[in-house]
């Protein structure tokens, strides 16, 4: 690269220092380099600005509520008495189960996306997955309020209930928008990047492996279990984690079909609450300063939450495969 | 043992089939959702959308009829806001990462794009918030263009330093060699022959700040009428149907399918033409 700063050399004529000294000024490089390292450098200011601001604007009720702010349930504007109890109860519930269905099913989808299926249909189902991924969050919450929560409250949760009632999980009565069905819509959100994100790691396992597996007589099955997934292991837990941090901070599909009533019960089928949904619902409706402050605290923990989640989920990912598996993050 | 042997050998089979068949079936469960929710979008949707839906203003509640004009010009200003500020910032800091600096600061600058990519989209919506509708007392185009243009930032800088790494490393040297300067090969040779794969990164994140809703919510809020003026309140296509959507009336149900059938396709027509153009490279 240093190419660039040797002054042109003409054939024939020998350099005198007045070419020399007419070289191209290196004013342009220069400016142009700096100007892509600012702009490059947004993403550090991004997040320094970001947590200063969620931190700045919740000054008051984090000097008001401290850290009881986390293990408080009441939520009452009214009395300016507000805790997050609830809402931080709602999010990781909620994730879990999303998290319960979602990581087998993209898992099983990305082993057989880059093992089992015949050669043909994997290229379809990967551009279908990819088009599940640009279907906005609001769409799916539309279709999760008119089309899903009907048919769960019909069926599946009613059989649920008849064989499963015994738990507090499945017990009481059935309203249709509760946390179970937030899970569901949440796992659906995150099952195309839990899928695509597994398949680019199963598919940086070297080929050495499953040549070993094949040639002691594994069947596709055995050679993808013993050889392929133990071997993605770490790299899958990576996928599961980054999933996770995309479940704790979805918001639209789930506003539209948990419910939203900031209260810790066992049945799935009660209604709950989630951080992202209390900040999209009550944002615009924080009449009082100290409201609106707490729902900036509420901002924060689902910042720090989501941060810390994606942190981990990119050093995992990092350690194990490279450039491969961090391209289908996106 | 023979027996034993060959026994063995048709349970392993059987296990082979099943384990292949319940991946199968992962992986229609997976695709289904989409499935059903193209239909029931086309189902209930397709009937509100006619000539009234792409040209009037939402009707008053009780009356029938109406559309979403305002809220799909909303959206395409909001677009060109985000996209004033968030495709220059994006490309060139996606050239920084893949042209300049060290090893280490990029992985580092690389890696807290990947983490930002993470942080929820409503986070923005809280930030830009806090940074421009307080100060400026009041919901305004200009706050939800810039809460788009911020979730854009780390998509378009990954995509674009990606498409620039593919470059290969003779055209910079061959365009060096002829004198031309560093930062005029960068703009007019890699730049150029990656511009495929950095429009593609560009259109790809305009469709998925497309149809972002929460960062909407306080920063564009929504509006019921036409406006022009950028520091008010603007209407957007996924605001409102998610307005319409929560609301106890049938009619502006209707308008909630039509309107989300008209974004999904604007978003699916955007990844589509975007995978056709792009067939067969690997950018």
Sequence with gaps: MEVATAPAITRGEPLTAAAVMKRPSRFGDKAFEWLTLAMAMTVVVLIILTGWQLWHGSQLAIQKFGLHFLVTSTWDPVAEQFGALPFIYGTLVSSLIALLIAVPLGIATAAYLTELAPLWIRQPLVSLIEMLAAIPSVILGLWGIFVMIPWLRDYPFPWLRRFFGWTPFFSGSIYGPSMLAGGIIIAIMILPIITSVSREILRSVPDLQREAAYGLGATRWEATRIAVLSYAKKGLFGAVILGLGRALGETMAVTMVIGNTPQIAASLFKPGYTLAAVLANEFTEATTDMYLQALFYIGLVLFGITILVNLLAQLMLRTIATTSATRAVQ | ?????????????????????????????????????????????????????????????????????????????????????????????????????????????????????????????????????????????????????????????????????????????????????????????????????????????????????????????????????????????????????????????RQAWAGALVLVTGVFCVNILVRIVTRGNTA
């Design chain 2, 1 to 253: 043992m023979h027996f034993e042997r060959t026994n063995n050998h048709t349970w392993r089979k059987i296990k082979n089939a099943l384990a292949v068949g319940t991946a199968f079936g992962s992986a229609i469960l997976v695709i289904l959702p989409l499935g059903l929710v193209f239909c029931y979008l086309l189902i209930n949707g397709i009937g509100s959308v006619n000539w009234d839906f792409f040209t009037k203003l939402p009707a008053p509640v009780g009356a029938v009829g109406g559309g979403m004009a305002n809220a799909i010009v909303g959206t395409l200003i909001l677009l060109g806001l985000a996209g004033i500020v968030g495709i220059p910032i994006g490309v060139l800091g996606g050239v920084y990462l893949a042209e300049y600096g060290s090893g280490q600061v990029n992985s580092v600058l690389r890696f807290l794009a990947d983490v930002l990519n993470g942080i929820p989209s409503i986070t923005w919506g809280v930030v830009v918030y806090g940074l421009i509708v307080l100060r400026f007392k009041g919901f305004s185009a200009y706050a939800g263009g810039l809460a788009l243009a911020l979730i854009m930032i780390p998509l378009i800088l990954r995509t674009t330093e990606e498409v620039i790494l593919l470059v290969p490393n003779g055209y910079r040297e061959a365009s060096l060699a002829l004198g031309v300067s560093r930062w005029k090969t960068i703009v007019h040779i890699v730049m150029k022959t990656a511009s495929k794969g950095i429009i593609t990164g560009i259109l790809l994140a305009l469709a998925r700040v497309g149809g972002e809703t929460a960062p909407l919510l306080f920063t564009a809020f929504g509006n019921r009428f036409w406006n022009h003026n950028l520091s008010q309140p603007i209407a957007a296509l996924p605001l409102q149907v998610f307005t319409y959507a929560i609301s106890p009336y049938d009619d502006w149900h």
